[in-house]
């Protein structure tokens, strides 16, 4: 950012990239969206009489507006810019804060959650950013996105340091590495949990989607980082940028041993690169959730953290909404999980299938208009550890639910263990109608998520409470068998 620009945002009264809120005052950004390019609403903008207009291209304004009190600031890349100004707008609050940052394909909002709860438990009033709120210690600030734009973003880590925050755990997409929306944070410390096939109706390629999460690493001030040595991405990263490598893989510097899972928890031998064993139990439930708790151990240790203080808060971790949630425990389990990925749901059925004496039962779908390629890929995922598939809606948007379920079906060769049912209710009413006692019933895709979103619109759709809803109607024969 100049020292021009600077001196500005210092006198501005607010800062922004919508034009509808300029005011008489304000600096507004002009920003290429995938959508709209904010330079086209320029002089919609001037006629408010902002005190200055940032760009990134040369903009010659039309005849007859007053100028005079308006300053045309021209910069290299104004998503950057705009990003270093609701920093510096709302009093830098990143540097009275302890940042942590997670990103990855599958495991940011487990991590987030684990890392806030083990601090927690160490006394530390922690904030959580991410998909499923916005948390200042124990008080809910608003929902959550993944990761918020520059002006939100900066303006909840200010609210944080009012509430009397110490660390901020924080989901970090690559849309927002890719868009610059956190530019300028300094972190405490950084995560890398994995990374599979999503959103390459964003990015151009594996490659490049790896690019954008690199650039947490590349890019930005942190202390200490740690990355998954089973991932190959994440291998990378240990060799490219020193972090500490964590998994179950020879050479991890925080090796996983003798892994352990039930209904009721995990355990798991951690190795550090001292060669001291620490045995861990905890209340999470999967293999996944053994990775995500052995990279914030590991972050944390290499932090400073002692431990032995650690491995004790982790026995009574808070539960993560919507991340394998146990929502029934009688003659047949239900469960609901947030996988929506290829790479989460093999994870999350592998896990499943380790865990029940009788049959796996999975309702499942995928997000449309977003990436087709990993439907598929989903539909062989289920396919090896599922005895019953129920293929039913996600989140279809825009597109038409049988469309998206042909998809998925393209990657099942044995349709005979295959129900179809596109209305999402009914599809988990023959879930639970198909369970027997012993079986497993996982409900994947939408997690925590309270709607389903249909033709442009949001209809209030909860797994968990259709699930208890259900088996409410069906208590009668259920009792009955």
């Known amino acids: 950012m100049t020292d021009e620009l600077l001196k500005l945002v210092r006198r501005a009264s607010a ?121 200042a210690g124990g008080e809910v600030l608003g929902r959550g996105n993944t990761t918020p734009g520059p002006r939100e973003w900066y303006s909840l880590l200010r609210e944080m340091v009012k509430r009397g925050v110490r660390f901020v755990a924080a989901e970090v997409s690559s849309h927002a590495l890719d868009q610059c929306r956190i530019c300028g944070t300094r972190f405490e410390g950084v995560v890398f949990t994995n990374l599979s096939r999503d959103h390459l109706d964003y990015h151009r390629s594996l490659e490049d989607y790896f690019a954008a999460k690199r650039s947490l690493f590349s890019d930005y001030f942190y202390r200490a980082g740690a990355a998954n040595f089973d991932d190959p991405f994440g291998r990378r990263l240990v060799g490219e940028f020193g972090l500490a490598g964590f998994g179950r893989s020879e050479g991890s510097d925080y090796r996983i041993l003798s892994p352990s899972v039930s209904l009721s928890g995990s355990s798991f031998v951690l190795e550090t690169p001292e060669g001291r064993r620490v045995k861990v139990r905890t209340n999470l439930v999967g293999g996944f959730q053994i990775f995500n708790l052995a990279g914030a151990l590991a972050l944390l240790d290499r932090l400073g953290f002692e431990l032995d203080e650690l491995v004790k808060v982790a026995e009574r971790l808070e539960p993560i909404p919507g991340r394998f949630e146990k929502v029934f425990d009688g003659p047949f389990k239900v469960v609901v999980d947030y996988a929506h990925t290829p790479d989460a749901l093999e994870k999350l059925l592998e896990s499943a299938r380790r865990l029940t004496e009788g049959r796996l039962i999975v309702v499942f779908g995928a997000g449309g208009n977003r990436d087709r390629s990993k439907r598929a890929p989903m539909g062989r995922a289920a396919e090896r550890f599922a005895d019953l598939i129920v293929l039913t809606s996600d989140n279809p948007r825009f597109e038409e639910p049988e469309a998206i379920i042909a998809d998925v079906l393209e990657g099942i060769s044995d349709r005979s263990k295959v129900l179809v049912e596109p209305d999402r209710r009914r599809a988990i009413r023959l879930a639970l109608e198909a369970a027997r006692p012993g079986d497993l019933v996982v409900v994947a895709g939408k997690g925590h998520e309270d709607y389903q979103e249909i033709k442009g619109k949001r209809h209030p759709f909860d797994d968990r409470k259709v699930v208890l809803e259900l088996l409410e109607d069906l208590k009668n024969g259920f009792d009955n068998e």
Do not use: M, Q, W
């Not at 270093?84 to 609050?93: D, K």
């Not at 990143?94 to 394909?105: A, F, S, Y």
């Open 15 to 135: 800062v922004t990239d919508r034009s509808e809120e300029v005011k008489p005052g304000s600096i507004f950004f002009a920003i290429r969206g995938t959508r709209f390019d904010g330079h086209g609403f320029i002089p919609r903008v001037l006629g408010r009489r902002p005190l200055a207009v940032v760009v990134e291209r040369d903009y010659v304004p039309p005849k007859g507006l007053d100028l005079s009190k308006t300053r045309l600031i021209r910069v290299e890349n104004t998503r950057r810019a705009f990003a270093l100004a609701c920093r510096e707008f709302f009093g830098r609050p990143d540097e009275r804060l302890k940042i942590l940052g997670v990103t990855g394909t599958n495991g940011k909002t487990s991590t987030t959650f684990i890392l806030a709860s083990l601090l927690e438990g160490l006394g530390f009033k922690t904030g959580v950013v991410g998909t499923v709120f916005y948390r």
